[in-house]
């Protein structure tokens, strides 16, 4: 099975941060890789998939990097809504394994 | 509008069964992936099963052997029949498909 690790698994930051989380995967995946956002009591939402095709509707300061084993995603200018948490999942092979997730919360 | 909507949830005794349903409309043409994903109360996102391009089934390690996932191609939906079922299933279950989730649906063992 291919293991999904991110870091760091909390964050503090403030309005306007660039804010940076990373994804490494035991094993190349290519670019088989997804980005969710999840808040409290909330299903999670896709923001980036194809490790860096942003998802329609979603906010241009989210970006997707990386290929391989490596995967960053970054947030240019936090904004008071991207409070949450979010995980990285590969779906290059079964079984599809996500990230332990990273909360984001406020400085 | 693209939505998708997940039912069945519930509580039942250690051992019992229930039946999850995924309604996935407003979507131009199917998704090669359905897939089901599962949040334990307090915890991280689970990856439970995939119906792959309508014809192959994939299960995590943790639900192969009790749970079946199935699919129902003419009316986009989707259903995982959970047998044998353990306070450890205990958890909200989501579907998703073209990168769009629904609600989730609880289910208490």
């Known amino acids: 099975d291919i293991q999904m690790t991110q870091s760091p698994s909390s964050l503090s930051a403030s309005v306007g941060d660039r804010v940076t989380i990373t994804c490494r995967a035991s094993q190349g995946i290519r670019n088989d890789l997804g980005w969710y956002q999840q808040k409290p009591g909330k299903a999670p939402k896709r923001l980036i998939y194809g490790a860096s095709s942003l998802q329609n509707g979603v906010p241009s300061r989210f970006s997707g990097s990386g290929s391989g084993t490596e995967f960053t995603l970054t947030i240019s200018s936090l904004q008071p809504e991207d409070f949450a948490t979010y995980y990285c999942l590969q779906y290059n092979s079964y079984p599809w394994t996500f990230g332990q997730g990273t909360k984001v919360d406020v400085k | 509008e693209v939505q998708v909507v997940e039912s069945g949830g519930g509580l039942v005794q250690p051992g019992g069964s229930l039946r999850l349903s995924c309604a996935a409309s407003?979507?131009?043409?199917?998704?090669?992936?359905m897939t089901w994903v599962r949040q334990a109360p307090g915890k991280g996102l689970e990856w439970v099963s995939t119906?792959?391009?309508?014809?192959?089934?994939y299960y995590a390690d943790s639900v192969k052997g009790r749970f079946t996932i199935s699919r129902h191609n003419s009316e986009n939906t989707l259903y995982l029949q959970m047998n044998s079922l353990r306070v450890e299933d205990t958890a909200v279950y989501y579907c998703?498909?073209?990168?769009?989730w629904g609600q989730g649906t609880t289910v208490t063992v």
């Open positions: 119906f792959d391009s309508g014809v192959s089934a």
């Open positions: 407003g979507f131009t043409g199917a998704d090669k992936y």
């Open positions: 998703t498909t073209k990168g769009v």
